[in-house]
């Protein structure tokens, strides 16, 4: 029987900061349209994006584990792969979590009034199981990019946003692009991690079907374009050139993605992506909240 440290190392705490940075964005956005906040959305908001991400990575590690994915691992601990938690207890705690989003997101509609998030909200469902649950999971085909860009960078972002004003700015836009492409380059790190096993195993991902060198690469042009974006908006929002800051937390896991032949090294380039990522949302927010403010002062 795993126990609770493995059931917290299960989650995957690493991938959190994904979860969190849309909803920071989102909600910065939001007050830039109406310089006020909505408090309990937010958190309803948060508590959606984090519930779901615990609960994908909770279902993959039931999909993979079961398939024999992760019967040669050099990543952290899975629990089903490793004999840890029998599977039907791990496809429980995903489903949980799918079962708690939900509920969250309902509330969340509820008291916004956003209605056509509650078809988004079962979508999200769908593709997080969909990821590398099911008959034909679109993980193994070189796709789960893509909706992790979707769903972790736009739908998280701009449902938040949403669900705070009921319009969807160009900065939510924006900066929805630009947590989106952070979180996909976090996939992209995990997964050239993990090139030689998938290979094997036929979990044709998109940095098995780039090749080694072109999905390094990828990495490291997804989080150079990250930074970029918001620069499309420094005309009327001049100070979301606070963003550029974060560039320096950028060279470490570009140098081990770009130089290390050692598949562990890369492990840590997960933490640092995530730490990138909560450094773009907030000072995304910060840029934000200044230009309102100084605008308000005006």
């Known amino acids: 029987m795993a126990s609770a440290a493995q059931w917290i190392e299960g989650a995957r705490l690493r991938t959190l900061p994904m979860a969190i940075a849309p909803v920071i964005i989102g909600t910065a956005a939001a007050y830039g349209v109406g310089g006020h906040l909505f408090w309990g959305r937010a958190v309803l908001a948060a508590l959606v994006s984090l519930l779901l991400q615990i609960g994908v990575n909770y279902a993959n590690d039931y999909s993979d584990g079961i398939r024999g994915t992760d019967d040669v691992r050099v990543g952290p601990l899975r629990l089903t792969g490793s004999g840890a938690a ?5 496809k ?3 489903f949980g979590c799918f079962g708690a989003a939900a ?3 309902l509330v969340l509609v509820l ?3 956003a209605w056509p998030l509650l078809l988004v909200g079962v979508a999200a469902i769908f593709a997080a199981w969909g990821y590398t649950g099911g008959d034909r999971p679109y993980g193994y085909q070189g ?8 769903f972790f960078g736009l739908v998280a ?3 938040t946003t949403f669900t705070q004003v009921l319009e969807l700015p160009a ?5 929805a692009c630009g947590t989106g492409l952070i979180a996909t380059a976090l996939l992209m790190a995990n997964n050239v991690r993990d090139i030689p096993t998938d290979r094997e195993v036929g979990k044709r991902t998109l940095a098995v079907r780039l090749g080694d060198e072109g999905a390094r690469v990828s990495y490291v042009l997804m989080l150079a374009l990250a930074i970029l974006l918001p620069l499309l908006l420094v005309r009327n929002h001049p100070w979301l050139m606070l963003v550029v800051l974060v560039a ?3 060279l470490v896991p570009s140098w081990l993605m770009l130089k290390s032949t050692q598949r562990q090294a890369l492990i840590p380039v997960l933490k640092h992506t995530g730490f990138i990522n909560l450094g773009y949302s907030v000072l995304f927010a910060i840029g934000m909240v200044v230009t309102v403010v100084l605008r308000q002062q005006a």
């Open 157 to 159: 972002t701009l449902g």
């Open 103 to 105: 509920v969250a997101g």
């Open 92 to 94: 429980a705690a995903a």
């Open 248 to 250: 320096p937390l950028c």
């Open 143 to 150: 796709l789960g990019e893509v909706f992790v860009f979707l």
């Open 111 to 113: 008291l916004s009034q």
């Open 86 to 90: 029998r599977p039907g207890r791990v």
């Open 171 to 175: 900065t939510a836009w924006v900066g």
